[in-house]
């Protein structure tokens, strides 16, 4: 590489934030609209159909794109072997959800699945033609050029949606926002990005990938199923209603948790791939990645927790008040995804699917046991079982990273505390000018809320600065034109 991992690293962060701030920020603004105009039940019904596709979009990537990415020397029957295996599995995919989609809407007892997702399996055709596109640019850390694509198809498919559901088309409005937004950024993908499928295909590339990609496709169908699955349970057992306003909590806690964690993961991934056989080096990076993630995730999930409450309020209207003690508690699960993210992508980086797919059995095991135990006492007792998994899953992740690259659960445990005590101060602060809105009226919560997202930023802040936070004081210390060639530690 010409530049230093460092540079190449920050780089690639940098624009990665840009890309996560456009996709989020404007699936956050097209989110709340459509929330405000629709209802929680339609929300449900899309939460019906979650893992399935969710299921289905594993199949799409397979595995292949990961190990793409992890092949240092992947060649072009490398990447069109994969493009053409890609759209085979697309097309059949789609196919296999028209088949089902009567025995989804029977299972659900809601007629209206059946040609819902008959629709969106449109979408998974579509995705089929840019998966190559999109992992040739991951490679290569240039989210500069994704950025466009996110920006591109996100403001196109958001105004469509909300269009439609200005005009009273419901929760097809929804199902408009998915297809939309498969289609205009599979063909922004091939407008702007170079690479191009040649007519060769190998089975001998596909063979020689499968045995990390195929670890990785059965970890992703495991971990997409039992990350819904709560869709599944929820939507059997209780109303649309009910899973509407888990669905919006869980996307309302994703939308900062899993935005900074996927914007540093997916760049972290590569570059982690390409020194897996420096331990030392994987240790270091690996640390200075967990602790800027806590000192980013762990203030936002805490204060998101505290003022959820005029949050929903103001944002979503009463309507969705229900679901503000749902998101309190996502926010704790919040609050081990980045964690167990850096974790998985080093494993990832250095080649252990095998590992990798070990540990999901195991957590999913977890996981279905909770739901069999937590089910009937409710949703917010299932709730409590996601997080008891998520804690017991990131121990034993910890366990295979001691013996891999010396980093273990004391040690990530020590370095993260100091970002978690000064998040958890900040929060406590937040909540104390919280109780002084004694009043409902929406101008109060408005001033309340303010009042708190700025007093909490503040009051964070100086606490870093004050305890001389490592990571806190490496960004106000760092020059961007001090970066060196010849630097290659992370």
Same mark, same amino acid.
């Given at each position: ?74 060649? !072009?029957?490398?990447?069109? %072997? ?42 998974? *055709? ?6 190559? !596109? ?18 591109? /198809? ?24 998915? *297809? ?17 499928p040649e007519w060769i295909f ?6 020689? #990938?499968?045995?990390?990609? %195929? ?11 039992? @990350? @819904? ?27 900062? /948790? ?5 914007? $540093? ?27 800027? #993630? ?13 003022? /959820?409450?005029?949050?929903?309020? =103001? ?5 969705? $008040? ?10 704790? *699960? ?27 059995? =195991? ?17 917010? &007792? ?28 004391? !040690? !990530? ?9 000064? &998040?958890? =101060?900040?929060?406590?602060v937040v909540y104390l000018v ?10 109060? @919560? ?14 964070? *802040?100086?606490?870093?600065?004050l305890f001389k936070l490592d ?20």
């Amino acid at each position: 590489m010409n530049d230093s991992l460092k540079s190449k690293t920050l780089y690639g962060i940098s624009w990665s934030f840009v890309d996560a701030v456009i996709l989020r920020g404007v699936q956050f603004i097209v989110g709340i609209l459509l929330t405000r105009l629709l209802f929680p039940a339609q929300f449900g019904l899309i939460g019906m159909l979650a893992v399935f596709f969710a299921v289905a979009q594993a199949f799409l990537l397979s595995g292949f794109g990961s190990a793409l990415i992890q092949k240092r020397d992947a060649t !072009q029957i490398d990447m069109c %072997s994969i493009f053409y295996f890609n759209i085979v599995v697309g097309i059949l995919a789609a196919g296999l959800l028209c088949i089902v989609a009567p025995w989804i809407a029977a299972f659900y007892h809601q007629p209206i699945l059946s040609s819902m997702t008959m629709v969106l399996s449109i979408t998974l *055709v579509i995705n089929s033609f840019g998966v190559v !596109q999109t992992t040739s640019i991951i490679k290569n850390v240039n989210f500069k050029l994704l950025s466009k694509v996110t920006a591109i /198809s996100s403001v196109i498919s958001g105004l469509i949606s909300v269009m439609l559901a200005l005009n009273g088309f419901g929760v097809w409005s929804l199902v408009a926002l998915q *297809v939309s937004d498969s289609f205009f950024r599979t063909v922004t993908l091939w407008v702007i990005n170079t690479w191009r499928p040649e007519w060769i295909f190998s089975f001998d590339s596909l063979k020689e #990938m499968f045995g990390f990609g %195929s670890r990785l496709l059965l970890t992703n169908i495991l971990n997409q199923f039992f @990350n @819904n699955i709560h869709f599944i349970v929820i939507g059997k057992l209780f109303s649309a209603s009910d899973l509407g306003y888990f669905t919006r909590a869980k996307s309302l806690q994703e939308l900062p /948790s899993n935005t900074f964690s996927d914007m $540093v993961g997916r760049v972290t991934f590569p570059v982690f791939s390409s020194i897996q056989d420096d331990p030392v080096r994987i240790r270091q990076g690996f640390k200075k990645v967990l602790t800027g #993630m806590a000192l980013v995730i762990f203030p936002l999930m805490i204060g998101l927790a505290v003022v /959820s409450r005029p949050l929903v309020i =103001i944002l979503l209207t009463d309507k969705w $008040v229900q679901s503000i003690p749902y998101i309190q508690l996502m926010c704790i *699960v919040g609050m081990f995804y980045p964690l167990q993210l850096i974790n998985i992508n080093v494993l990832t980086a250095i080649g252990k699917s095998g590992i990798i797919l070990r540990l999901e059995i =195991i957590r999913k095991t977890l996981l279905v046991i909770s739901i069999v135990f937590a089910w009937r006492y409710g949703i917010i &007792a299932m709730i409590y079982g996601i997080i008891f998994v998520e804690i017991i899953s990131y121990s034993i992740n910890c366990h295979y990273l001691k013996k891999l690259v010396r980093y273990s659960l004391y !040690q !990530q445990i020590y370095d993260v505390l100091p970002y978690l005590i000064m &998040a958890s =101060i900040m929060g406590f602060v937040v909540y104390l000018v919280g109780l002084l809105n004694v009043y409902n009226p929406v101008l109060n @919560n408005i001033a309340s809320l303010l009042s708190q997202i700025v007093l909490g930023c503040l009051v964070y *802040v100086a606490l870093c600065w004050l305890f001389k936070l490592d990571v806190f004081m490496d960004i106000l210390k760092f020059k961007w034109k001090s970066l060196s060639v010849s630097e290659v530690n992370i």
